[in-house]
T-cell receptor, first 116, second 116 residues
Framework: AQSVAQPEDQVNVAEGNPLTVKCTYS??????LFWYVQYPNRGLQFLLK??????LVKGSYGFEAEFNKSQTSFHLKKPSALVSDSALYFC??????????????FGAGTRLAVHP | DTAVSQTPKYLVTQMGNDKSIKCEQN?????MYWYKQDSKKFLKIMFS???????INETVPNRFSPKSPDKAHLNLHINSLELGDSAVYFC???????????????FGEGSRLTVL
C-alpha cells in the first residue's frame, strides 16, 4: 500500500535560517510526490511536485524539494525562512485506483514555526 | 474567480440533524473529491466522482451520501450527525485525462462542521 510519513510534528526555525521539512514515502512503482501548504483556516495550496526528471524540484514561494530514490525521501527545503512561512505542510503521494483514477494520500502534516 | 468553492464555510448544528455541504469547481475538471480533516489535522479521502460517477468510496459510514448532479458540482449530505463528524471537509478537483506530469489536486477553502 502507498503511504507517506512525516516524522516531525513540528519544526522550529529562526527567520533567515534554512529550513527542512522531512518526508519519506512507500510506493509500488514510480512515485508521484507532492507538497501542499495549509495556512490557518484556509484550504490546501499546491507548492510543488515530483513526477520525473531532476531530483531537485523548485516550487512556489522559494520552496524546493529533493527527491532521493535510495532513501525514499522527498524533503521540503528553503534556503532562508520567513515568518510568513509559518503554516502546516503536507507531503502526499499519488495513488492509482482501479480504472486508472487517482487520489492523494497525505502524511500527517508538519507544523512549521518560523521565529523572528 | 474562486476555482473550487464550498458553502457553507462554517456549520454548527446539533447531534441527530441532517446537513449538506456544497462544492462547485469552475476549472472544467472531470473529477471531484471530498476529504475530511480531523481535529489532529489528518487528511483522509472520503469519496471521488468522475463525470458524475462514484469511483472512490473509502469505507465511509452510509450516513454520508455524496451527490454529483454534474461534473462541476459535488455535494455532501450527512444524516444523523454525530459528535465524531466534527471536522473540516475539503472539496477538491482534478483532471484525470491529463498526463502524469500535469496531474494535481486543487482544493477548496474547506467547510468547518461542528456538531454539538
Amino acid at each position: 500500500a502507498q503511504s507517506v510519513a512525516q516524522p516531525e510534528d513540528q519544526v522550529n526555525v529562526a527567520e533567515g535560517n534554512p529550513l527542512t521539512v522531512k518526508c519519506t514515502y512507500s510506493v509500488s512503482g514510480n512515485p508521484y510526490l507532492f507538497w501542499y501548504v495549509q495556512y490557518p483556516n484556509r484550504g490546501l495550496q499546491f507548492l510543488l511536485k515530483y513526477i520525473t526528471g531532476d531530483n531537485l524540484v523548485k516550487g512556489s514561494y522559494g520552496f524546493e524539494a529533493e527527491f532521493n530514490k535510495s532513501q525514499t525521501s522527498f524533503h521540503l527545503k528553503k534556503p532562508s525562512a520567513l515568518v510568513s512561512d509559518s503554516a502546516l505542510y503536507f507531503c502526499a503521494v499519488r495513488a492509482s485506483e482501479a480504472g486508472g483514477y487517482n487520489k492523494l494520500i497525505f502524511g500527517a502534516g508538519t507544523r512549521l514555526a518560523v521565529h523572528p | 474567480d474562486t476555482a473550487v468553492s464550498q458553502t457553507p464555510k462554517y456549520l454548527v448544528t446539533q447531534m441527530g440533524n441532517d446537513k449538506s455541504i456544497k462544492c462547485e469547481q469552475n476549472l472544467g475538471h472531470d473529477t471531484m473529491y471530498w476529504y475530511k480533516q480531523d481535529s489532529k489535522k489528518f487528511l483522509k479521502i472520503m469519496f471521488s466522482y468522475n463525470n458524475k460517477e462514484l469511483i472512490i468510496n473509502e469505507t465511509v459510514p452510509n450516513r454520508f451520501s455524496p451527490k454529483s448532479p454534474d461534473k462541476a458540482h459535488l455535494n455532501l449530505h450527512i444524516n444523523s450527525l454525530e459528535l465524531g463528524d466534527s471536522a473540516v471537509y475539503f472539496c477538491a478537483s482534478s483532471q484525470d485525462g491529463w498526463t502524469g506530469s500535469r496531474w494535481e489536486l486543487f482544493f477548496g477553502e474547506g467547510s468547518r462542521l461542528t456538531v454539538l
